[in-house]
């Protein structure tokens, strides 16, 4: 069984704090990973893509990878009110026809 | 670029009845697109994957003459729960590849719809 692994918080962070985001997968011959950010009542949104090793900065977005320990990470600097949300880490694992393995999500929740 | 869309955006409808939910992708062609249900405070759920020209690929558990899927074309699928019943109702999204993008395994999601089973 192929598995994302989230905490599903909720993250509660203050206005202008860094908020970490982590995903643990289990199949280390995964090749890409996602994060996307989904507001209450709305569909998913893609904010990062990831496919090696290292970080990958976008904005106030980071994602983070570690195949070697199968680990996803997103930071968000600067957070702001409007960047709370549920956040789905998503892996695409090898073999496959590209479907994305979902993670269960992270609420995060910025205080003014 | 990459803009899913899909219709309805609610539909309310009585027991037994069939509802047809369409995804298209507006701005590029689509040889794959994806059907997902996502129930309250629940992560989403892979139901199928809709391929242009063959048939659809369900997950397990998933009721294949309950949930049609058509792909006709490399920018429309549809999705018909046939003989809805109270718990159909969900929150349905499909999702799109844009293969021309060299990033094909992003997928971007249309904006769901909303079903409700009375």
């Known amino acids: 069984q192929k598995e994302v692994e989230q905490n599903s918080g909720p993250l509660s962070v203050p206005e202008g704090a860094i908020a970490s985001l982590n995903c643990t997968y289990s199949?280390?011959?995964?090749?890409?990973f996602f994060w996307y950010r989904q507001y209450s009542g709305k569909s998913p949104e893609l904010i990062m893509s990831i496919y090696s090793n290292g970080d990958k900065e976008d904005g106030r977005f980071t994602a983070q990878l570690n195949k070697a320990s199968q680990y996803v990470s997103l930071l968000i600097r600067d957070s702001q009110p409007s960047d709370s949300a549920t956040y789905l880490c998503?892996?695409?694992?090898?073999?496959?026809?590209?479907?994305?393995?979902f993670g269960q999500g992270t609420t995060l929740q910025v205080k003014p | 670029g990459a803009v899913v869309s899909q219709h309805p955006s609610w539909v309310i409808c009585k027991s037994g009845t069939s509802v047809k939910i369409e995804c298209r992708s507006l701005?590029?062609?689509?040889?794959?697109m994806f059907w997902y249900r996502q129930f309250p405070k629940q992560s989403l759920m892979l139901m199928a994957t809709?391929?242009?020209?063959?048939?659809?690929?369900?997950e397990q558990g998933v009721e294949k003459d309950k949930f049609l899927i058509n792909h006709a074309s490399l920018t429309l699928s549809t999705l018909t729960v046939t003989s809805a019943h109270p718990e159909d109702s969900s929150f349905y999204i499909c999702?799109?590849?844009?293969?021309?993008?060299?990033?094909?395994?992003?997928?971007?999601f249309g904006p769901g719809t909303r079903l409700t089973v009375l």
């Open positions: 809709s391929n242009e020209g063959s048939k659809a690929t369900y």
């Open positions: 701005d590029f062609q689509a040889t794959t």
């Open positions: 999702s799109a590849r844009d293969l021309a993008s060299g990033t094909d395994y992003e997928q971007f």
């Open positions: 199949d280390r011959g995964s090749q890409s």
């Open positions: 998503a892996v695409n694992y090898s073999g496959n026809t590209g479907k994305l393995i």
